[in-house]
């Protein structure tokens, strides 16, 4: 039993990771999704715009380690761009057949939605049966009392009754009031019931993250300093397309740029993004499928600004860019441990460069 352990025993693959030699020679891009609106008490979803799935370690049938493109970069006498270089053409190509792209929003959610949505229509159904039924029993009282509706002739007066049937009658109309008084205490009721399930549905939906009312960040990292280039912000959500990505990263872009690391999803891999590469002259390099760590300094990027809008508050967009324009010269003014001087900030560490 000890021997088949050992056998069975999973294998720890440590992939191979290179950086940038200098400023502007690469830059790690990612899209952020979050909510439109934000209370300080809810917690920011996580969610993914280009795959949507989860992301399944895949180990090798056999004991070896299995081949993958990042390998190139342990090889030492390789330089930077030759390594990106062979990874680029070891990777597989963007055209060809795909996998199908999941939808954004959790199934589950999606159907929790649905069925809330439901119950409100069945709450506001029975709230208008229940107003037409209250409509005939208020006719009949009516009837009773020896009214007549609005818009009928008023009923001639009756003849004096005797004296006996009077008191009759009065014993009659108390035991009919009383009767509505115990009506209309059953209706305040019903009322209060029908208000209370509202508001609970209303409240169960506002906690539901709806992806309509998502908003896009696109995150520009530079390879070599880790420093943040620019938060672009779309109002246009989970519908943000390749030629908003494209216009925005125009204006970013340094101009020595010679590699742009990205996802495989569908807003990096459009035809317009293939010929922002050709214009301006770098390659696109594209990670593996199932691997977002080969795109971690981006990655690590979203966690950081996800960690520092958790306990903020917005409503709008120009409230979430207020914020970014907050975060943005933090994050590039404090020490970051992931250099390769611990303690420098990223932008200590590019003028350090810079001078070299």
Avoid at 276 to 286: K, Y
Wanted: a positive charge; hydrophobic letters at 40%; one cysteine or more.
């Amino acid at each position: 039993m000890e021997a088949g352990r050992k056998q069975g025993k999973k294998s720890q693959l440590t992939p191979a990771s290179r950086t940038a030699d200098q400023p502007g020679q690469a830059l790690n891009v990612d899209l952020l999704f979050v909510p439109a609106c934000h209370p300080a008490d809810l917690k920011l979803p996580a969610v993914s715009g280009s795959s949507g799935h989860l992301v399944v370690e895949r180990l090798p049938e056999s004991g070896q380690e299995p081949d993958y493109p990042g390998k190139v970069f342990a090889n030492p006498d390789l330089s930077y761009t030759e390594a990106m270089q062979a990874f680029v053409q070891a990777s597989q190509p963007l055209s060809g057949p795909r996998k199908t792209v999941a939808a954004v929003e959790n199934q589950s959610q999606r159907a929790e939605i649905r069925q809330l949505r439901q119950e409100e229509a069945e709450l506001c159904a029975q709230r208008r049966r229940l107003r037409q039924l209250r409509k005939v029993e208020d006719a009949a009282w009516a009837q009773q009392r020896g009214e007549k509706p609005s818009g009928e002739e008023p009923v001639p007066p009756k003849l004096r009754a005797r004296w006996g049937s009077r008191k009759q009658q009065a014993e009659q109309r108390q035991a009919l009031r009383a009767q509505r008084h115990q009506l209309l205490a059953l209706r305040q009721q019903e009322d209060e019931q029908w208000r209370l399930a509202r508001q609970s549905l209303r409240e169960r939906m506002n906690l539901l993250p709806m992806v309509s009312t998502w908003i896009a960040i696109l995150v520009v990292t530079d390879n070599c300093t880790r420093q943040c280039l620019g938060l672009p912000l779309f109002v246009a959500g989970s519908h943000v397309t390749a030629e908003m990505v494209v216009a925005a990263l125009r204006v970013l872009l340094p101009a020595d740029l010679q590699f742009l690391i990205s996802d495989r999803g569908v807003h990096f891999t459009a035809q317009v993004f293939q010929q922002l590469a050709t214009e301006a002259n770098f390659i696109h390099v594209v990670i593996a499928r199932h691997r977002p760590q080969s795109n971690g300094i981006a990655e690590r990027f979203v966690r950081t600004i996800k960690e520092w809008l958790a306990d903020k508050v917005w409503s709008s967009d120009q409230e979430l860019l207020e914020w970014l324009g907050i975060f943005l010269p933090d994050y590039n003014n404090r020490p970051h441990q992931g250099l390769p001087c611990p303690g420098l900030s990223p932008n200590e560490f590019a003028k350090r460069l810079w001078l070299m």
